[in-house]
């Protein structure tokens, strides 16, 4: 069944497009998700009609200013701190802790990878578990690289500034101590930004 607006061969091409430059896949069970996406990226790039904005969008060699505009649109951000604590777990217990005592003594260094990261969150809570995993250990070097197709998103995340909803499973204390409160109420990392990247080309 066609998404409402365009018709399936149209998604199909746009879907193509959208995997080849992005990565992101928009199979016939996500042609609904695909419509969705244009009607909102179709307003932004000035057309009333998603129809139009594809078959403008097929018509020509696409921007990366496109393609980053599409990927705002089309991407989901529903993130918050500690999402998923089973993973978080294994990361605190066995992962982390078994690559910390390889290299202590020696080559004493980190090089974490958040990829996807939305707004940050994520990447933040990796280095939070880092900072409580190492405690004050001056002589180690942690890097945390976030990248994400979404450029409003990494925007964000550099900025390391979140309201309450970002917060819902966070355990007792965890802003307190890792936040500072900003003028507007807000929450605003104290451990600095994380390395930001887009992964679009």
């Not at 609904?32 to 307003?43: F, H, I, N, P, S």
């Not at 200013?65 to 529903?78: C, D, F, K, V, Y």
């Not at 078994?98 to 980190?110: A, F, I, N, T, V």
Request: proline share 3%; net charge neutral.
């Amino acid at each position: 069944m066609p998404a409402e607006g365009l018709s399936d061969g149209i998604c199909q091409r746009l879907g193509e497009l959208i995997a080849t430059h992005t990565g992101l896949h928009f199979p016939p069970e996500r042609h609904c998700d695909l419509q969705r996406g244009m009607v909102t990226a179709a307003a932004e790039f000035g057309f009333t009609d998603s129809s139009r904005c594809a078959d403008w969008l097929l018509s020509r060699p696409v921007t990366r200013q496109q393609l980053n505009l599409l990927a705002s649109h089309l991407t989901i951000g529903e993130t918050y701190f500690l999402r998923e604590r089973k993973f978080f777990g294994v990361l605190a217990d066995r992962i982390l802790p078994d690559l910390l005592h390889r290299r202590r003594g020696h080559r004493q260094y980190l090089r974490l990878w958040s990829a996807a990261c939305c707004t940050g969150e994520e990447s933040y809570s990796l280095a939070i578990l880092v900072d409580q995993l190492l405690g004050q250990a001056p002589d180690w070097q942690v890097t945390i690289l976030g990248t994400d197709i979404n450029e409003r998103f990494l925007q964000k995340a550099t900025q390391g500034v979140y309201g309450e909803w970002s917060f819902r499973d966070a355990p007792a204390g965890f802003k307190e101590r890792y936040f500072t409160r900003t003028a507007d109420g807000a929450s605003r990392s104290i451990l600095g930004s994380s390395a930001v990247s887009d992964s679009c080309t």
